[in-house]
């Protein structure tokens, strides 16, 4: 297996700088944490990109839940963030019955042609995932779904993430893009989750001393990079 993929989430210059010492190989770039990630400033992804040299996937949401909400201005945030250099994004939309809304994924996407993107925790909060799987197939782009494999988090949703990585390691319909495990992700979880081959993992609380109201500590992003460095071993 190749080097696992480890993806920390970054709300300022200052936590990418370290994210990028610790041994992280890319960034989610967002803000306001407190709605769980809306999207950055175009200053403040012009700040990050300036200051290190890691792939940065930049957050496309403009309000807590997922509903896309305004999708023209989102489009107009995503192709200005666009032109300031982002090729890399992270987003997904449902309706009100918890099904996904591919209208407004196709008009964000639509206003980033070309980008690679990740299909974030909404899967998580959907109807049905696998439906929402199905029809997301061969979409354009997108090459990761970000997932706990529930709601509740990593905990609760074990199951169901060594469910999808056998059913992508099979070729099942849906599931060629690659898992990305976040959401309470803890270090005891990579054992069993690297065992299963899934290999790329996001974090963001647990990099930071103290949680969210701490910085990136790249000592604990080293400690996590050192662990995933390690050869997998069969549970």
């Known amino acids: 297996m190749s ?5 920390v989430i970054a709300v300022s210059a200052d936590d990418a700088v370290a994210a990028q010492a610790g041994g992280a190989d890319r960034l989610e770039l967002v803000t306001d944490m407190a709605a769980d990630g809306l999207t950055p400033p175009r200053e403040l992804f012009a700040r990050i990109r300036a200051a290190v040299d890691l792939p940065l996937r930049v957050m496309l949401r403009l309000q807590d839940g997922f509903a ?3 999708t ?3 489009c107009a945030t ?3 963030l666009r032109a300031e250099g982002a090729e890399e994004f992270v987003l997904g939309f449902l309706g009100p019955d918890g099904g996904l809304d591919l209208d407004s994924v196709r008009a964000v996407t639509g206003a ?3 980008c690679r ?7 998580d909060h959907s109807a049905d995932r696998d439906w929402l799987r199905s029809q997301l197939e061969g979409y354009p782009g997108l090459d990761t779904f970000l997932t706990a494999g529930s709601a509740r988090g990593v905990d609760d949703g074990l199951a169901t993430l060594l469910a999808e990585a056998a059913a992508s390691d099979s070729g099942a319909p849906g599931h060629e893009p690659r898992l990305l495990v976040g959401g309470g992700l803890r270090l005891d979880h990579l054992p069993v989750l690297r ?3 899934i290999d790329a993992f996001h974090v963001g609380g647990a990099v930071r001393q103290g949680g969210w109201s701490g910085a990136v500590d790249p000592a604990l992003v080293r400690e996590w990079r050192s662990l995933l460095d390690a050869p997998a071993v069969p549970v």
């Open 68 to 70: 896309a909400g305004d």
């Open 72 to 74: 023209d201005r989102l």
């Open 112 to 114: 980033v042609p070309g």
């Open 195 to 197: 065992a299963a081959g």
């Open 78 to 80: 995503a192709e200005e």
């Open 3 to 7: 080097r696992p993929i480890f993806e």
């Open 117 to 123: 993107w990740t299909f974030h925790r909404a899967i």
